[in-house]
């Protein structure tokens, strides 16, 4: 898909390195760079081995690779049915204001639509301002009654052995 000046594609596997330079590189904005547990080898069998359950997007402008996009479907049992959650969302800074986040975005929307999903969901961080505004911009409203808890790393560990 073509829009904006920009072409959305399907990532491959050989996207892999590309798609773990950018995870690394929106770690550092987001102040997480040491979170980054993964590899290009993990990259590789998460989003495209037999049993991925994730899918990528790459953003290219002029032929070369300015973002990315990881998303995976989820269910809503109020809905009874799918929906998208962005896992990721990032364009380079020098391309930002291009237009390539929001082809991002609408070619997702597109796609939940398309498939009957009831939700496009994500997270952003609270203090990341330029990005609250641009996803409200879009019309995106955020879900302040709901808290994320996360179970992780050894944690998540000693409940799932816990008696």
Same mark, same amino acid.
């Given at each position: 898909?073509?829009?904006?000046?920009?072409?959305?594609?399907?990532?491959?596997a050989g996207d892999a390195a590309l798609i773990l330079r950018f995870i690394r590189e929106l770690a550092i904005y987001e102040r997480a760079e040491s979170s980054v547990q993964t590899d290009e080898a993990g990259i590789r069998d998460s989003l495209f !081995? @037999? /049993?991925?359950k994730a899918?990528?997007? *790459?953003?290219e402008a002029d032929g070369q690779p300015i973002g990315y996009a990881v998303y995976f479907y989820n269910y809503s049992t109020w809905l009874g049915r799918n929906g998208i959650?962005?896992?990721?969302?990032?364009?380079?800074?020098?391309?930002?204001?291009? !237009? @390539? /986040?929001?082809?991002?975005?609408?070619? *997702?929307?597109?796609?939940a639509v398309?498939?009957?999903c009831g939700r496009f969901e994500w997270s952003v961080l609270d203090w990341n301002t330029p990005a609250i505004d641009f996803y409200e911009a879009m019309g995106a409203r955020p879900q302040s009654e709901w808290t994320v808890y996360?179970?992780?790393?050894d944690a998540l560990k000693a409940f799932a052995e816990r008696a």
């Open positions: 898909m073509a829009a904006s000046g920009v072409l959305i594609r399907d990532a491959i !081995g @037999a /049993g991925a899918r990528a997007l *790459i953003c959650y962005l896992e990721d969302l990032y364009v380079s800074p020098a391309s930002r204001g291009s !237009g @390539a /986040g929001k082809a991002l975005l609408q070619y *997702i929307a597109r796609q398309a498939e009957g996360r179970l992780e790393g």
